[in-house]
């Protein structure tokens, strides 16, 4: 409950009053002794990224991870033309996915799901992206622990300092 | 208590950021590179904690 409201609780401070009249909880009263001493041990800042394809080493990563063919650097035919980049081979799709890496720019020819289901890119972008995260955090030696949620989103949880 | 970031990557691909355990604005600091590694922020809510501590913040600067 206490989680749900601070999850959504976008508000300035003059409506935080509002989670004091819940209940006199343990946990209200850490929050209440936390903006006290000035140091905030809850949630801070909640924002959402769109991803991009700029690491072939996650490429790789992600491929491995859903048991897809190796990833191909060159040039490549789509329907609309030659491009060149990283290609990906998804299953069932007509064409491959070309990642231009320095630009993160994605190329495909999908017709409108006809050579290719959208959720299979999905599941993919989905791949690379906990692939890249998990990269780029082990890299500043932070300890990273996934897991699975019920609605199929992939949850990590990055401990700050902490080892490899 | 432990500083940790915690990111959902949705079936969509895009990606959720929140971070617990930061002291005032560190938070944004501290997840920075999640997202120079993953793409383009869509957005970014506050928390109303996030305001509080500016608030604290500046009030101890009055004090001082």
């Given at each position: 409950?206490?989680?749900?409201?601070?999850r959504?609780?976008?508000?300035?401070?003059?409506?935080?009053?509002?989670?004091?009249?819940?209940?006199?909880?343990?946990?209200?009263?850490?929050?209440?002794?936390?903006?006290?001493?000035?140091?905030?041990?809850?949630?801070?800042?909640?924002?959402?990224?769109?991803?991009?394809i700029?690491?072939?080493?996650?490429?790789?990563?992600?491929?491995?991870?859903?048991?897809?063919?190796?990833?191909?650097?060159?040039?490549?035919?789509?329907?609309?033309?030659?491009?060149?980049?990283?290609?990906?081979?998804?299953?069932?799709?007509?064409?491959?996915?070309?990642?231009?890496?320095p630009?993160?720019?994605?190329?495909?020819?999908?017709?409108?799901?006809?050579?290719?289901?959208?959720?299979?890119?999905?599941?993919?972008?989905?791949?690379?992206?906990?692939?890249?995260?998990?990269?780029?955090?082990?890299?500043?030696?932070?300890?990273?622990?996934?897991?699975?949620?019920?609605?199929?989103?992939?949850?990590?949880?990055?401990?700050?300092?902490?080892?490899? | 208590?432990?500083?940790?970031?915690?990111?959902?990557?949705?079936?969509?691909?895009e990606?959720?950021?929140?971070?617990?355990?930061?002291?005032g604005s560190s938070?944004?600091?501290a997840?920075?590179?999640i997202?120079?590694?993953?793409?383009?922020?869509?957005d970014?809510?506050?928390?109303?904690?996030?305001?509080?501590?500016?608030?604290?913040e500046?009030?101890?600067?009055?004090?001082?």
């Amino acid at each position: 409950m206490l989680h749900r409201v601070l999850r959504r609780d976008t508000v300035p401070f003059s409506s935080f009053a509002s989670v004091t009249q819940l209940g006199n909880s343990s946990a209200i009263r850490a929050i209440l002794a936390s903006v006290a001493s000035g140091v905030c041990m809850f949630n801070l800042v909640m924002g959402t990224i769109k991803t991009e394809i700029r690491d072939a080493a996650a490429v790789r990563a992600a491929c491995d991870r859903l048991k897809l063919p190796a990833p191909a650097q060159g040039k490549h035919e789509l329907f609309s033309g030659t491009v060149e980049g990283l290609a990906v081979k998804l299953p069932d799709w007509v064409y491959p996915v070309v990642a231009d890496i320095p630009t993160g720019k994605l190329s495909f020819d999908d017709f409108g799901g006809r050579w290719g289901d959208r959720k299979v890119l999905d599941r993919f972008l989905q791949a690379y992206a906990a692939e890249k995260v998990k990269i780029e955090s082990r890299r500043k030696g932070h300890t990273v622990t996934e897991s699975q949620l019920a609605d199929g989103s992939i949850k990590l949880t990055i401990q700050v300092g902490g080892t490899a | 208590m432990n500083k940790t970031i915690e990111i959902i990557v949705t079936v969509k691909g895009e990606t959720s950021v929140q971070t617990r355990g930061f002291t005032g604005s560190s938070c944004r600091d501290a997840s920075k590179f999640i997202e120079q590694a993953l793409g383009q922020r869509l957005d970014e809510q506050l928390t109303a904690e996030f305001h509080q501590v500016a608030i604290t913040e500046q009030q101890q600067q009055q004090r001082t």
